[in-house]
């Protein structure tokens, strides 16, 4: 039988919109920062990725900043500042943040002072939707953006960080959203592109990809394809509840992304599921794809108020629009199997 691929959170897989546009890409010649017909050509490509990707995220009137991806947004935006957030925060975020929020059992950041806070949308490892308060110094929408309806506009942050693989564009390529007037220092500095804020020449194949990405992705929304893609999750987790009754649901009676279950069997490793689940078929991940084949406890679970026995043993199986219930009863039939060769040995 064919793989399945469960890992949507980690990366998407490449749209077909994002292909075409990239492909097209290639033979535009030019340096955008050129001033002749072929720079020129080169420049319109960037710009209208840039609009593209400005009204899949609700951005009109913010700056669009292209960047490598996610993590440098997150270093542009939070580097330098005194910001505070909480341990369920990516890698990328957490790396910059000074102090220390608490979390509750739902996984629901508490937020004391919004204009020095740095806070995620959406988990990447629960799926869990955070009610953000107004006037965030930075929003991580990463996961959410293109999952569910979102707008930069609405959240009323200063800066909001997103990545075009996450929804089916290339890797490699991010975007810093920031309000405009907002003031911001440049890293990288040289030949004054992105605004001055991100020198160096623009990735224009990449740039190209994210905006079609984009664009499809906000179609989807239109047509509410997550619905879907919610009612097959449910299923995958009523069928292993039904025959794995310790199994603990992360943040199941929260708000959740439609497409992400993550669950735990105390006792039986996460790192130990992902190889075991590789070797039948499926790909799954053990937590943030930034931070998997590092044998430790999910930080994010363990902020969650979970022992150390659940942080260690949970796993994450996230979907897309083309995910089948096929292809999650098949999972879920290897799952089980491999849970009850578990049970048995631990017997």
Known sequence: MSRVYLDWNATAPLRDEARAAMIAAMDVVGNPSSVHGEGRAAKSLIEKARAQVAAAFGADGADVIFVSSATEAAALACAGRDLVGADIEHDAVGAWIDAKLSVDAQGQVAVDDPAQTVLQLANSETGVIQTLPAGLAVVDATQAFGKIPVAFNWLGCQMAL?????????????????????DLTAHLKGGGQEMGRRAGTENVIGIAGFGA??????????????????????????????????????????????????FAVPGWKGETQVMQMDLAGFAISAGSACSSGKVRASRVLTAMGYDEGVAQSAIRVSLGPTTSEQDVTRFAQAWLKAYKRHCERAA
């Open 162 to 182: 997103i990545s075009a693989h996450k929804l089916g564009g290339p890797k490699g390529i991010g975007a810093l959203v920031i309000k405009r007037g907002t």
């Open 213 to 262: 990405a984009a664009e499809a992705a906000a179609r989807d929304l239109d047509v509410d394809v997550w619905t879907q893609t919610n009612e097959i999750r449910n299923i995958l987790e009523s069928t292993i509840a039904a025959e794995a009754k310790e199994t603990i649901f992360v943040g199941k009676s929260a708000t959740r992304l439609p497409n992400t279950a993550c």
